[in-house]
């Protein structure tokens, strides 16, 4: 049975059933229209975006659902796979209310919206009803999700607030992103994809340089650029500094080339290295796919040394299956490579054991000119995630993971296609 009042906060993160019981996704955002004649009445909540598996967010008209709980949403028929695309006129609760600054009618005081509750109508029709606010000036957006609120809290009817249609200056999105704080990078770049170009500027704006540097490496190449070039010179210089070198590269390469000379001249000269580097081979090569920061060790060291090395948070998995045995120097560009060991050899061995002793015969290094089609085919035949490159000394340039080469094979709308796959499954069962 559905309740007679929801706040968008607790209801974004719900799940969301079919009539069967089987679970479509979850709730991300409510579509609300500020417009109309009707709208007096509180603004009309037009459906749900429902972040279906495959990481597609979807449009439920709410005329679907058929109960809002305090535990799920139960929709009826199926679920259209077409992707959520806002139309003019619409507006998304938690990506452009959260945070707008408004004004409380009584006393003309300044307040910003950090949550709306909506109530059911008689008809089946839901409206936005209510506003919690907190009173004071909102300002501009401020990096983080630990800013320190300040100002008495309080819910109002929508009637009582002035302000709320308009974007105004822009905004804070504190509440944007706590409302979002479950979501893992690769979901929070989905959900800034859905956003408009304001609002997309803003949410970086209060974004950590760690977690902006995570989504911009999940976001298209359209929306990347577009936050890049937003942001001021010498803080996107930091964030391809935190970015990993062959996606910093892939960004880079997109921009002119004094953008990139101006960005490269404010990063760290070693981390500037590695991507100048990088810029100089085709993308579609070894030398262009390749991270230039592989896990590498000198054959003396022990299997427990790598282990503790792999183990790294921060190491991608495909870039942990694979440790490179090199003479000195043991960065990028370094001595000799002598061998690969892959993990789960590491793993066979005694801990006091040397790597130098168990290394790989089999793992053949790829020449960085090598085509993204023999890098394929040397992946698959040795059953590998990861390959080292490199020069015709012998030196570990870097190493190419499975990843990056799915990324460039793959077509350009994979996640699209993945999502309505995934989708269609369910909506066959």
């Not at 309080?154 to 979501?183: F, K, M, N, S, W």
């Amino acid at each position: 049975m559905s309740i007679p009042r929801v706040f968008v906060a607790r209801l974004n993160g719900l799940s969301v059933f079919d009539p069967l019981g089987d679970e479509v996704g979850r709730v991300r955002d409510v579509v609300v229209s500020l417009t109309g004649r009707a709208a007096q009445q509180g603004p009309r909540a037009i459906g749900l975006v429902v972040e279906v598996p495959g990481r597609r967010r979807v449009f439920v008209p709410i005329t679907r659902v058929t109960s809002i709980d305090a535990g799920h949403v139960i929709t009826t028929g199926l679920v259209n796979m077409r992707r959520f695309a806002q139309r003019p006129g619409e507006t998304l609760v938690v990506g452009e209310l959260f945070d707008r600054q408004v004004t409380i009618l009584d006393g003309h005081l300044p307040a910003v919206v950090e949550d709306a509750g909506m109530e059911q109508q008689r008809g089946g029709n839901w409206r936005l009803t209510k506003l919690f606010v907190r009173k004071g000036e909102g300002g501009s957006a401020v990096r983080g999700l630990r800013m320190r609120r300040r100002g008495e809290t309080v819910i109002l009817d929508i009637d009582q607030v002035g302000g709320l249609h308009l974007a105004g200056p822009p905004q804070a999105a504190t509440a944007l992103l706590e409302a979002y704080r479950d979501l893992k990078p690769q979901d929070l770049a989905e959900a800034i994809h859905d956003l408009t170009p304001k609002r997309r500027a803003e949410v970086a704006d209060a974004l950590d340089d760690e977690v902006l540097a995570d989504v911009l490496e999940e976001l298209g190449d359209d929306d990347r650029i577009e936050i890049l070039t937003h942001l001021p010179t010498e803080r996107a210089a930091d964030i391809l500094e935190v970015m990993q070198p062959d996606d910093a590269t892939d960004l880079l390469s997109d921009l002119p080339t004094a953008t990139q000379e101006q960005l490269l001249q404010l990063m760290e000269p070693d981390e500037a290295a590695d991507i100048r580097r990088l810029l100089t081979y085709d993308e579609n090569t070894a030398g262009g796919l390749m991270t230039p920061e592989p896990v590498i060790l000198g054959p003396e060291a022990t299997i427990a040394e790598a282990l503790a090395m792999v183990r790294r948070e921060e190491l991608h998995p495909a870039t942990a299956s694979l440790v490179y045995v090199t003479r000195p120097p043991h960065e990028t560009p370094t001595g000799r490579l002598l061998g690969s060991v892959h993990i789960q050899r590491l793993l066979r061995e005694p801990p006091h054991q040397s790597v130098g002793s168990i290394l790989d015969p089999d793992i053949d290094p790829m020449p960085p000119e090598a085509s993204l089609g023999e890098i394929t085919r040397a992946l698959a035949t040795y059953n590998l995630v990861a390959l080292p490159v490199t020069d015709a000394e012998g030196r570990l340039l870097g190493a190419v993971t499975v990843d990056d080469v799915l990324d460039h094979i793959l077509p350009e709308d994979w996640r699209e296609e993945r999502g309505t796959a995934l989708l269609q499954q369910v909506n066959d069962v």
